[in-house]
Every structure is written in C-alpha cells, then in structure tokens.
C-alpha cells in the first residue's frame, strides 16, 4: 500500500504591478543533473523535522534573497506517483507577496529569472501542476474574500541567538 510523503514544497512569488500581476519564474542551470534549464516557481526540499511554511519561507530566502511580507497557504497541492518509492508524494504550494520594487538575488541554482503574467508564466513552465498552482493563486488568493482571507498565514521568524537579543 502506497503511503503519502511530503518532502517538498513549491511557492508562487507574484507583485502587483498597478493592476497588472506578475508572477515571478526562475530558470535552473544548465549544469543541473535534474531538470537542466527548466523554468520554475520556487521549488525545494524540506529540511528533516522542517515545517511547511519554514521550508517554504527558507527555500524564498535563498534562491531570490527576499523576504515577502504577505504569504498564503492554497487549499491546492501537488499529488504525484512515485513508483520508485512506491509512494504517493505531496508537495504545499504557498504563494507570497512581493514588493515590486524589490531586488532578486539568484542563488546559483538559477540563471535566470523573469516576471510574467500567468498566460506567460503557465506556458515556460513544465509541469501541468505547476500551470494548476497558478490557477489556484488566482482563483484562492488573487480574488480575494473570505477564503484569500482564510489561506493568510505568516511564516515564523527565524529565532534570535541569546547573544542577539537587544533590551
């Protein structure tokens, strides 16, 4: 019997550009042994005993070098087959706010990074699922209401070392 794993997350950055919104997509390295090349939203392992929105909060850290002040857990995940595992996997999808004049700082994963409407951003993208979680940023958070409302989370500050603490 499969069993469900959750060893990844995904976040779908996105800024608002007057009424215009952009979603932002980096491209992977060339040199990467998997998926060379490929665009994608911010995408990483979560590190063992890691929370969700920690993982995902972290994995923005370092591949863009922001830190978004506004952050939504969607009601839609990712579910695929791993036959490998004989698994089902499960990856939380978060989309987070952006300043729109703020700088993105790649890390060396990535080689490239563009802003896009989600038309433009949904046909770079690989993955089907990935085209789904920008429907779903739209759809659950874009709109607005009540359960835009309800998906608002906010990611935990790291914690301060003793030695850091100001009085």
Known sequence: MPVLISTHVEVYLFRRRGRKVEFLLLQRS??????????QPVTGKRLPR????????????EETGLEPPR????????LYPDHER??????????????????????????????????????????DAQRRGLEAVER???????LAAALEVMPARPRRSPRSKTR
């Open 50 to 61: 890691e929370r969700m929105l920690a993982a995902a909060a972290r994995e923005v850290r």
């Open 30 to 39: 060339p040199t990467r042994r998997t998926l060379p090349s490929v665009w």
């Open 86 to 127: 004989d698994a089902i996997m499960a990856v939380p999808l978060f989309a987070a706010e952006v300043d729109p004049r703020s700088a993105v700082r790649l890390s060396r994963e990535h080689v490239a990074l563009a802003w896009l409407g989600a038309r433009e951003a949904a046909r770079r993208v690989l993955w």
């Open 71 to 78: 952050w939504w857990g969607l009601e839609t995940m990712t």
């Open 140 to 146: 659950e958070v874009l709109r607005g209401g009540p």
